[in-house]
Protein backbone atom coordinates (compact mmCIF):
# COMPACT_ATOMS: atom_id res chain seq x y z
CA UNK A 1 0.00 0.00 0.00
CA UNK A 2 2.63 2.32 1.05
CA UNK A 3 4.43 1.49 -2.69
CA UNK A 4 1.39 2.58 -3.84
CA UNK A 5 1.01 6.35 -2.66
CA UNK A 6 4.74 6.61 -3.22
CA UNK A 7 4.23 5.63 -6.99
CA UNK A 8 1.08 8.19 -6.97
CA UNK A 9 2.74 11.31 -5.12
CA UNK A 10 5.81 11.05 -7.36
CA UNK A 11 3.99 10.18 -10.53
CA UNK A 12 2.10 13.93 -9.54
CA UNK A 13 5.37 15.48 -8.78
CA UNK A 14 6.44 14.41 -12.53
CA UNK A 15 3.75 15.27 -13.76
CA UNK A 16 3.99 18.80 -12.20
CA UNK A 17 7.69 19.29 -13.22
CA UNK A 18 6.63 18.35 -16.80
CA UNK A 19 3.84 20.98 -16.99
CA UNK A 20 6.33 23.95 -15.61
CA UNK A 21 8.79 23.12 -17.77
CA UNK A 22 6.30 22.96 -20.77
CA UNK A 23 4.55 26.50 -19.11
CA UNK A 24 8.42 27.86 -19.36
CA UNK A 25 8.73 26.95 -23.29
CA UNK A 26 5.53 28.02 -23.95
CA UNK A 27 6.38 31.17 -22.39
CA UNK A 28 9.54 31.59 -24.07
CA UNK A 29 8.68 30.10 -27.65
CA UNK A 30 6.04 32.96 -27.56
CA UNK A 31 8.60 35.51 -26.47
CA UNK A 32 10.78 34.40 -29.58
CA UNK A 33 7.72 34.68 -32.17
CA UNK A 34 7.08 38.39 -30.79
CA UNK A 35 9.51 40.01 -29.42
CA UNK A 36 11.30 40.50 -32.92
CA UNK A 37 8.46 42.55 -34.13
CA UNK A 38 8.22 44.79 -31.06
CA UNK A 39 11.71 45.30 -31.01
CA UNK A 40 11.79 46.70 -34.55
CA UNK A 41 9.10 48.91 -33.49
CA UNK A 42 10.53 49.99 -30.30
CA UNK A 43 12.07 53.24 -31.97
CA UNK A 44 8.97 54.71 -32.25
CA UNK A 45 8.96 54.50 -28.27
CA UNK A 46 9.97 57.76 -26.82
CA UNK A 47 9.07 56.73 -22.87
CA UNK A 48 10.29 53.50 -20.81
CA UNK A 49 8.32 51.17 -19.67
CA UNK A 50 8.59 52.64 -15.84
CA UNK A 51 7.28 55.87 -17.19
CA UNK A 52 3.99 54.20 -18.46
CA UNK A 53 3.70 52.07 -15.04
CA UNK A 54 3.90 55.74 -13.43
CA UNK A 55 1.15 57.45 -15.74
CA UNK A 56 -1.07 54.22 -15.36
CA UNK A 57 -1.27 54.16 -11.57
CA UNK A 58 -3.20 56.85 -11.63
CA UNK A 59 -6.15 54.62 -13.20
CA UNK A 60 -5.13 51.93 -10.12
CA UNK A 61 -2.38 49.70 -8.51
CA UNK A 62 0.06 48.44 -11.74
CA UNK A 63 0.29 44.82 -11.79
CA UNK A 64 2.03 44.10 -14.93
CA UNK A 65 2.92 46.12 -18.08
CA UNK A 66 4.36 45.45 -21.86
CA UNK A 67 5.49 46.79 -24.79
CA UNK A 68 2.59 44.35 -27.27
CA UNK A 69 1.78 44.70 -30.74
CA UNK A 70 -1.54 45.51 -31.50
CA UNK A 71 -3.32 45.67 -34.46
CA UNK A 72 0.41 45.94 -36.47
CA UNK A 73 1.30 49.70 -34.00
CA UNK A 74 3.17 49.43 -31.10
CA UNK A 75 1.34 49.71 -27.58
CA UNK A 76 2.32 50.28 -23.92
CA UNK A 77 -0.28 48.43 -22.08
CA UNK A 78 -0.82 48.46 -18.11
CA UNK A 79 -2.96 46.13 -15.84
CA UNK A 80 -4.19 47.78 -13.15
CA UNK A 81 -6.24 46.71 -10.04
CA UNK A 82 -8.42 48.86 -8.61
CA UNK A 83 -10.28 47.64 -5.68
CA UNK A 84 -11.38 44.09 -6.41
CA UNK A 85 -11.87 45.50 -10.30
CA UNK A 86 -9.08 45.75 -12.45
CA UNK A 87 -8.80 47.45 -16.12
CA UNK A 88 -5.96 47.47 -18.99
CA UNK A 89 -4.50 50.79 -19.08
CA UNK A 90 -3.10 51.54 -22.53
CA UNK A 91 -0.35 54.69 -22.50
CA UNK A 92 0.81 56.41 -25.40
CA UNK A 93 4.55 55.31 -25.68
CA UNK A 94 5.22 58.55 -27.63
CA UNK A 95 3.91 61.39 -24.76
CA UNK A 96 3.65 59.44 -21.76
CA UNK A 97 -0.58 60.31 -21.76
CA UNK A 98 -2.99 57.70 -20.20
CA UNK A 99 -4.75 57.26 -23.82
CA UNK A 100 -7.54 55.12 -22.89
CA UNK A 101 -8.62 52.61 -19.76
CA UNK A 102 -10.88 50.04 -20.28
CA UNK A 103 -12.54 47.21 -17.44
CA UNK A 104 -11.35 43.76 -17.52
CA UNK A 105 -14.37 41.73 -17.27
CA UNK A 106 -13.58 38.54 -18.37
CA UNK A 107 -11.55 35.46 -20.31
CA UNK A 108 -8.29 35.05 -20.34
CA UNK A 109 -7.51 38.95 -19.47
CA UNK A 110 -9.17 38.17 -16.40
CA UNK A 111 -7.72 35.36 -15.61
CA UNK A 112 -4.17 36.65 -16.22
CA UNK A 113 -5.24 39.98 -13.97
CA UNK A 114 -6.16 37.72 -10.86
CA UNK A 115 -2.79 35.64 -11.14
CA UNK A 116 -0.81 38.93 -11.52
CA UNK A 117 -2.64 40.34 -8.84
CA UNK A 118 -1.63 37.54 -6.35
CA UNK A 119 1.84 37.94 -6.74
CA UNK A 120 1.61 41.69 -6.33
CA UNK A 121 0.05 41.07 -3.21
CA UNK A 122 3.16 39.38 -2.05
CA UNK A 123 6.03 42.25 -2.41
CA UNK A 124 6.15 45.67 -0.80
CA UNK A 125 7.95 46.24 -4.25
CA UNK A 126 5.81 48.41 -6.45
CA UNK A 127 6.02 47.64 -10.46
CA UNK A 128 8.61 50.32 -10.82
CA UNK A 129 11.04 49.42 -8.43
CA UNK A 130 11.04 45.96 -9.91
CA UNK A 131 11.41 47.47 -13.28
CA UNK A 132 14.38 49.56 -11.83
CA UNK A 133 15.79 46.14 -10.41
CA UNK A 134 16.05 44.31 -13.10
CA UNK A 135 17.62 47.21 -15.33
CA UNK A 136 20.07 47.74 -12.78
CA UNK A 137 21.21 43.77 -12.93
CA UNK A 138 21.17 44.21 -16.65
CA UNK A 139 23.22 47.07 -17.58
CA UNK A 140 22.54 48.33 -21.23
CA UNK A 141 18.86 46.39 -21.23
CA UNK A 142 15.52 47.62 -20.91
CA UNK A 143 12.60 46.47 -19.77
CA UNK A 144 9.96 45.83 -21.97
CA UNK A 145 7.56 43.58 -20.39
CA UNK A 146 6.97 42.67 -16.70
CA UNK A 147 4.61 39.62 -15.84
CA UNK A 148 4.73 38.93 -12.69
CA UNK A 149 3.15 34.96 -11.29
CA UNK A 150 3.39 32.77 -8.80
CA UNK A 151 5.62 29.42 -9.24
CA UNK A 152 5.71 26.66 -6.93
CA UNK A 153 4.18 28.89 -4.02
CA UNK A 154 6.84 31.91 -5.05
CA UNK A 155 6.15 35.18 -5.84
CA UNK A 156 8.38 36.16 -9.10
CA UNK A 157 8.25 38.16 -12.67
CA UNK A 158 8.67 37.12 -15.92
CA UNK A 159 10.50 39.90 -17.56
CA UNK A 160 11.75 40.11 -21.20
CA UNK A 161 14.61 42.68 -21.17
CA UNK A 162 15.96 44.19 -24.91
CA UNK A 163 19.25 45.84 -25.79
CA UNK A 164 18.74 46.81 -29.54
CA UNK A 165 17.41 43.77 -31.60
CA UNK A 166 18.40 41.47 -28.73
CA UNK A 167 15.86 39.95 -26.18
CA UNK A 168 16.90 38.56 -22.54
CA UNK A 169 14.15 36.65 -20.77
CA UNK A 170 14.55 36.55 -17.34
CA UNK A 171 12.68 34.98 -13.64
CA UNK A 172 12.93 37.35 -10.93
CA UNK A 173 12.11 36.68 -7.38
CA UNK A 174 9.40 39.69 -6.21
Do not use: C
Not at 36 to 57: C, D, F, R, T
Not at 119 to 135: F, H, Q, V, W
Request: charged share 25%; hydrophobic share 40%; proline share 3%.
Amino acid sequence: MRTGAFTLTLLAALTSAAAEQSHEQSEEGEASKNWPQVASHMSEAKIPLAQGVAAAEREGKPISAKFEMEGGALQLSVYVQKGDGFSEVVVDHKTGQVAKSEPITGGEDLTAAKQQAAAMAKTKRSLRDEIASAEKSHASYHVVSILPEIENGAAQADIVLLKGKSTKHIDQKL
